[in-house]
Nanobody, 115 residues
Framework: QVQLVESGGGLVQPGQSMRLSCTASGSIASFRVMAWYRQAPGKQRELVASTVTNGSPNYADAVKGRFAISRDNAENTVRLQMSSLKPEDTAVYYC?????????WGQGTLVTVSS
């Protein structure tokens, strides 16, 4: 089964940028949806951004205009470019791959936005 590994998290100051990567151990071409979720302390996991094969990306209102998701099937990687980061963006960020036959989650990477 394909495994997903997130990377790129860490501590960043408000207003700065950060890029997260999600690399799969196998092909992601068969997964119709690749997405990023996040879970802040004491809160439910929420969808941040998703990309659908042959479709337009979708973003949560809280990150529209600041985050960008990109998918590279050749590299089996999905990235999340985050700009103008705010303290409220602090969370564990998870990558998810979805197809009608399978749903796979990564282990998450912590992003902390603080001065």
């Amino acid at each position: 089964q394909v495994q997903l590994v997130e990377s790129g998290g860490g501590l960043v100051q408000p207003g700065q940028s950060m890029r997260l990567s999600c690399t799969a151990s196998g092909s992601i071409a068969s997964f119709r949806v690749m997405a990023w979720y996040r879970q802040a302390p004491g809160k439910q996991r929420e969808l941040v951004a998703s990309t659908v094969t042959n479709g337009s990306p979708n973003y949560a209102d809280a990150v529209k205009g600041r985050f960008a998701i990109s998918r590279d099937n050749a590299e089996n990687t999905v990235r999340l470019q985050m700009s103008s980061l705010k303290p409220e963006d602090t969370a564990v960020y998870y990558c998810k791959a979805w197809s009608p036959l399978a749903e796979i989650w990564g282990q998450g990477t912590l992003v902390t936005v603080s001065s």
